[in-house]
């Protein structure tokens, strides 16, 4: 289900190996720099933002998420939260999504509907 992220995970880790963000074998043109030009850390910075993009977009995609859902007020804090989580997080599962979290967050609705009356 989640087989491509042991792949950004060494994207991140060791930046001098070509990987495809497809899996299908094509090279992002970031990572297929001649070995004898210097990566500077500007270049890295920008192909790490590209490859995030592109794993960001096709989840978007893949899932039909209407693409103004990145102008949610929700999104940046949820980005900057994954942000200072760090790699050892393990994804939300739908069992996460449907059960648990939906509770709280039903709640929380419920004690904003209740002070609101």
Do not use: C
């Not at 859902?69 to 790699?87: D, E, H, K, T």
């Amino acid at each position: 289900m989640y087989s491509e992220a042991p792949d950004v995970e060494e994207i991140v880790l060791d930046l001098s190996r070509s990987i495809s963000i497809t899996g299908h074998g094509r090279i992002d043109p970031f990572f297929s720099k001649p070995k004898s030009q210097q990566i500077t850390l500007k270049g890295m910075v920008k192909g790490i933002m590209n490859i995030l993009s592109r794993y960001v977009g096709k989840w978007f995609y893949d899932k039909g998420i209407p693409l103004n859902a990145a102008n949610s007020p929700y999104f940046p804090p949820m980005v900057n939260v994954i942000q200072r989580a760090g790699p050892e997080v393990n994804p939300l599962t739908a069992y996460d999504l449907s059960g648990p979290i939906l509770d709280e967050e039903v709640e929380e609705v419920r004690k904003w509907i209740e002070e609101y009356k």
